[in-house]
C-alpha cells in the first residue's frame, strides 16, 4: 500500500515542480493543507491533536520536502474553491 501511495505522489511531485504554488511553498518552507474532520482521514484524538491518515500523508510529504506543515481547518464544501 505505501507503494500505491508514493508512486503517484513521486509522479505529482515531479509534475508540480515547475508550479508557481509549489514555487510559493519553497520561498514559505510551509505547506498548508486544507483538511475537514472525517474519521479515519483526518480527525482530532482526546488530547486535540489532530491524527488520521490524511495527517499523517500530508506531514511525511513536508518532512520529506524540508516543509513545516500547518493544517487549515477547512468546511467539507469550501476545500475545492479555497484552491
Do not use: C, H
Not at 65 to 77: L, M, N
Amino acid at each position: 500500500m505505501g507503494l500505491a501511495i508514493s508512486i503517484p505522489l513521486m509522479t505529482a511531485s515531479a509534475v508540480a515542480s515547475d508550479t508557481p504554488n509549489l514555487d510559493k511553498i519553497n520561498e514559505r518552507g510551509t505547506i498548508r493543507v486544507g483538511m475537514s474532520t472525517f474519521v479515519p482521514w483526518a480527525m482530532r484524538n482526546k488530547q486535540g491533536e489532530l491524527v488520521g491518515f490524511e495527517i499523517d500523508v500530508a506531514k511525511r510529504l513536508a518532512e520529506d520536502s524540508g516543509w513545516k506543515v500547518e493544517f487549515v481547518p477547512t468546511a467539507w464544501d469550501g476545500i475545492i474553491p479555497a484552491f
